[in-house]
């Protein structure tokens, strides 16, 4: 039987005769409780972050008329990836296979228990628990995209696209960055919870998908203010709090390091939101309120990859840097002509790119001796290793991207008609209102 049938058979197989729940507790002597309710507990926090802290983040960016289309968007990925990441989505993403992708060994979960670690990801938590813990930043990715397309996308379109891009730009990349056996985890690229394989990632296919996609009418034209920026700010501090889970769950242990990766995280965020505050009061005469929530993602999203890599004083430049850069790369948005709707190019594509290159210029071996130095501790090596990890990743992302959104309009469409975008995405594409006015 060929080699690639076998191993979907012998995968079907498990998937209908073993329930991983009840693998044997052999070797559960090993397993540690205070990092399993750490990583749990973490996966809960990632899960905060995409509902209701990115929903709300950006509900109240879009205009009145779209706040449930995009709630919708972020609650319905939350269902959707949980469910092909138990299904297939992790075994692609982390299973032993090759260079590039996973195999289908762990398809339906069968052999990811409950109770035993894998030593290869970690050798203190069930297997189960990293899988979920992975599942959260999965989930998180895709919904990150919708705030580029916003108030006028199809919900097929949606749907379909983002199944496509799990499955075909996600997981493979996960793969090559932090599977086990994946080319680029393999020449040493550090990126600790998702700099490349959530914010590069889903930066670039935002860039793809508005460019596809084309402008809202009446862009540049009419006026898009943010209809209620109080639910961006709640949305934001849940990200904020959220972030800790990200960053800091990503040591996979109640330890030292997820301490260092607090820390960082939190230095890192409020060092961006003065970046990018103290920008806009130079370039624009005021700060705002949106500008602060801005400028706290888009530290958050720098410091992502470097957070457990680099110490205190790193992650304040790395902020600050961040704060600005991102803010900078929001103001020349309307200049390139792009209708990014909710700026998810220039915080997620420039501040994760920013965040991944930071990481080959501030890693430290005396933070994590588990990494390697950066360029300013003696190792100019790391940058060139990051700065490939960028470009792969960028360049996957947005070709595959291109043209999984091609086959998507194929299929289903993915844009809705001009009536409906007129009339609003609640109302059009789910029958419904935000907002009562009736006493």
């Given at each position: 039987m060929p080699r690639p049938l076998l191993c979907v058979g012998t995968a079907a197989a498990a998937l209908l005769l073993a329930d991983p729940a009840f693998a044997s507790d052999a070797a559960a002597a090993t397993v540690s409780a205070g990092d399993t309710a750490w990583v749990l507990t973490s996966s809960a926090l990632v899960l905060m972050m995409t509902a209701p802290g990115l929903a709300l983040f950006y509900g109240g960016m879009v205009r009145r008329k779209n706040v449930l289309a995009i709630l919708m968007q972020s609650f319905m990925l939350a269902a959707l990836v949980s469910v092909q990441w138990v299904l297939f989505g992790y075994s692609l993403a982390f299973s032993p296979g090759?260079?590039?992708?996973?195999?289908?060994?762990?398809?339906?979960l069968a052999g990811v228990s409950?109770?035993?670690?894998?030593?290869?990801?970690?050798?203190?938590?069930?297997?189960?628990a990293y899988m979920i813990f992975q599942c959260m930043f999965a989930v998180i990715t895709p919904a990150l995209i919708t705030g580029a397309f916003a108030e006028?996308?199809?919900?097929?379109?949606?749907?379909?696209?983002?199944?496509?891009?799990?499955?075909?730009?996600?997981d493979p990349l996960a793969h090559w960055v932090w599977g086990a056996d994946g080319w680029l985890h393999k020449m040493g690229a550090l990126d600790f919870a998702g700099g490349t394989v959530v914010h590069i990632s889903s930066g670039i296919s935002a860039l793809a998908a508005v460019l596809m996609i084309g402008r809202r009418q009446g862009y540049l034209r009419e006026p898009m203010p943010p209809h209620n920026l109080t639910l961006t700010v709640a949305g934001a501090g849940l990200l904020w709090a959220g972030w800790f889970g990200f960053?800091?769950?990503?040591?996979?242990?109640?330890?030292?390091?997820?301490?260092?990766?607090?820390?960082?995280?939190?230095?890192g965020a409020a060092a961006a939101a003065?970046?990018?505050?103290?920008?806009?009061?130079?370039?624009?005469?005021?700060?705002?309120?949106?500008?602060?929530?801005?400028g706290v993602v888009a530290g958050l999203v720098a410091i992502t990859p470097a957070s457990g890599f680099v110490g205190p004083i790193s992650s304040v430049i790395i902020g600050l840097v961040a704060g600005v850069v991102c803010f900078l790369a929001v103001r020349i948005k309307p200049r390139l002509g792009y209708d990014d709707a909710l700026d998810v190019v220039g915080v997620h594509g420039v501040g994760g790119t920013w965040g991944a290159l930071a990481t080959g210029l501030f890693a430290s071996v005396a933070v994590n001796s588990s990494g390697a130095n950066g360029l300013f501790f003696g190792n100019p090596q790391q940058l060139g290793i990051q700065a490939l990890a960028v470009l792969s990743s960028i360049s996957f992302a947005f070709v595959g991207s291109l043209i999984l959104l091609k086959i998507t309009d194929v299929l289903v469409g993915l844009r809705v008609s001009e009536q409906d975008e007129r009339s609003g995405l609640d109302l059009s594409e789910h029958e419904e209102s935000a907002y009562s006015l009736e006493a």
């Amino acid at each position: 039987m060929p080699r690639p049938l076998l191993c979907v058979g012998t995968a079907a197989a498990a998937l209908l005769l073993a329930d991983p729940a009840f693998a044997s507790d052999a070797a559960a002597a090993t397993v540690s409780a205070g990092d399993t309710a750490w990583v749990l507990t973490s996966s809960a926090l990632v899960l905060m972050m995409t509902a209701p802290g990115l929903a709300l983040f950006y509900g109240g960016m879009v205009r009145r008329k779209n706040v449930l289309a995009i709630l919708m968007q972020s609650f319905m990925l939350a269902a959707l990836v949980s469910v092909q990441w138990v299904l297939f989505g992790y075994s692609l993403a982390f299973s032993p296979g090759n260079a590039f992708i996973g195999s289908l060994h762990w398809i339906g979960l069968a052999g990811v228990s409950a109770t035993q670690p894998y030593p290869d990801y970690s050798a203190t938590v069930p297997h189960q628990a990293y899988m979920i813990f992975q599942c959260m930043f999965a989930v998180i990715t895709p919904a990150l995209i919708t705030g580029a397309f916003a108030e006028r996308i199809s919900f097929r379109g949606f749907f379909v696209f983002s199944l496509l891009w799990m499955t075909l730009i996600y997981d493979p990349l996960a793969h090559w960055v932090w599977g086990a056996d994946g080319w680029l985890h393999k020449m040493g690229a550090l990126d600790f919870a998702g700099g490349t394989v959530v914010h590069i990632s889903s930066g670039i296919s935002a860039l793809a998908a508005v460019l596809m996609i084309g402008r809202r009418q009446g862009y540049l034209r009419e006026p898009m203010p943010p209809h209620n920026l109080t639910l961006t700010v709640a949305g934001a501090g849940l990200l904020w709090a959220g972030w800790f889970g990200f960053n800091a769950g990503s040591a996979l242990a109640a330890n030292g390091l997820a301490v260092s990766a607090f820390v960082a995280t939190n230095t890192g965020a409020a060092a961006a939101a003065l970046g990018w505050v103290f920008a806009e009061w130079i370039v624009l005469g005021k700060p705002t309120t949106l500008g602060a929530a801005s400028g706290v993602v888009a530290g958050l999203v720098a410091i992502t990859p470097a957070s457990g890599f680099v110490g205190p004083i790193s992650s304040v430049i790395i902020g600050l840097v961040a704060g600005v850069v991102c803010f900078l790369a929001v103001r020349i948005k309307p200049r390139l002509g792009y209708d990014d709707a909710l700026d998810v190019v220039g915080v997620h594509g420039v501040g994760g790119t920013w965040g991944a290159l930071a990481t080959g210029l501030f890693a430290s071996v005396a933070v994590n001796s588990s990494g390697a130095n950066g360029l300013f501790f003696g190792n100019p090596q790391q940058l060139g290793i990051q700065a490939l990890a960028v470009l792969s990743s960028i360049s996957f992302a947005f070709v595959g991207s291109l043209i999984l959104l091609k086959i998507t309009d194929v299929l289903v469409g993915l844009r809705v008609s001009e009536q409906d975008e007129r009339s609003g995405l609640d109302l059009s594409e789910h029958e419904e209102s935000a907002y009562s006015l009736e006493a």
